[in-house]
């Protein structure tokens, strides 16, 4: 199931049910083990990058981690200008999956977007209601290679996967990440990936694409086209029994996935739409 269509069956109706649910955690449990509305306190937030903030989530029993699975990501609510009608979008988690007692997102603000602007102005303290849903359903070993393509903070499904299949000794997928953002800054996960590289020589490679990068920017200026994934030896050709993972704002997913009328950046690289999947 996409997460549009889980999107949508949410939004059905889900408003008055959200502080109800979220009175009734389940205990001895991991939060997140069951599906139902759940609302967490804030601990701490941080600034990652300029437009970027890390918050972190108590949960409810310091012990147990959120039961989340790998690629799951988590439906937001909040009731914008205390309306009735909530607004949902969804995030990925970024922190390990078995880490106990706190759940952790990256958020970036959209000036002007609902979501981002609410949890960009929670304080340690305030809460937010959660439903955890499935992204992405990842089975060890089904594909030898991953193109992981990012736009922005379309990032967080990418780090979450890469991390799970990579300390998983028994899943030998090789992994590509190509994360196009706007300026040098936007890289807020660049120590991350640069550990993982060293951890993983030969199984994990991140490359970065700045549109507007600064004057002695090491990265490759632009988007991610064609030639630039002709020039990793990324094409379809190049990689046999590669998966293609995409997640940015619309403009990029289209351009790579391109329309029923005209071939994408993918399909010019000879991937089908069997081979690409869009969070
Ligand atoms: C599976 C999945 C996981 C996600 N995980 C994360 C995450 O971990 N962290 C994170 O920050 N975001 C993540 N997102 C994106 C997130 O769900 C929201 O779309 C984003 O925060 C914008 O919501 P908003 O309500 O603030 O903006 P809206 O009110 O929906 O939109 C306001 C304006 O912002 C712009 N905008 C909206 N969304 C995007 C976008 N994705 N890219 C560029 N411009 C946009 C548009 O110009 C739009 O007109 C994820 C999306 C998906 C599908």
């Known amino acids: 199931m996409s997460v549009s269509v889980i999107f949508a069956a949410a939004a059905a109706g889900v408003g008055a049910l959200v502080y109800y649910k979220s009175a009734f955690p389940p205990s001895g449990k991991p939060i997140f083990s069951s599906f139902g509305l759940r609302s967490l306190k804030v601990h701490s937030t941080e600034s990652i990058s300029p437009n970027t903030k890390k918050l972190r989530f108590e ?3 310091g012990n147990l981690p959120s039961g989340l699975s790998l690629s799951a990501s988590v439906l937001t609510f909040s009731f914008p200008g205390g309306g009735w009608k909530p607004c949902l979008r969804p995030y990925t988690p970024t922190n390990d999956l078995d880490e106990k007692g706190f759940l952790e997102l990256m958020v970036k603000h959209y000036p002007g977007g609902k979501q981002s602007t609410h949890i ?3 304080k340690p303290g305030d809460k937010l209601t959660f439903l955890p849903i499935p992204a992405f359903k990842w089975t ?3 594909h030898a290679h991953l193109t992981m393509i990012a736009g922005g903070a379309g990032v967080t499904p990418m780090y979450q996967l890469a991390r799970g299949i990579l300390k998983n000794p028994d899943d030998q ?3 590509s990440l190509v994360w196009g953002v706007n300026t040098d800054a936007d890289i807020f996960l660049k120590d991350q990936f640069a550990a993982l590289e060293k951890q993983y020589p ?3 490679k991140a490359t970065y694409v ?3 990068p600064d004057a002695k920017s090491p990265y490759q200026k632009g988007f991610v086209t064609k030639q630039v994934l002709e020039k990793l030896g990324l094409t379809a050709a190049q990689n046999k029994g590669t998966k293609v993972l995409v997640c940015g704002p619309p403009p990029m997913e289209k351009a790579l996935k391109g329309t029923k009328a005209a071939p994408g950046i993918l399909g010019e690289v000879g991937y089908t739409a069997a081979d690409i ?3």
């Open 140 to 142: 060890p070993n089904k």
């Open 120 to 122: 960009h102005s929670l």
């Open 210 to 212: 700045v549109a507007t």
């Open 173 to 175: 997928t090789r992994i």
């Open 277 to 279: 999947h869009t969070y």
């Open 202 to 204: 030969g199984r994990f």
């Open 59 to 61: 949960l409810p029993e």
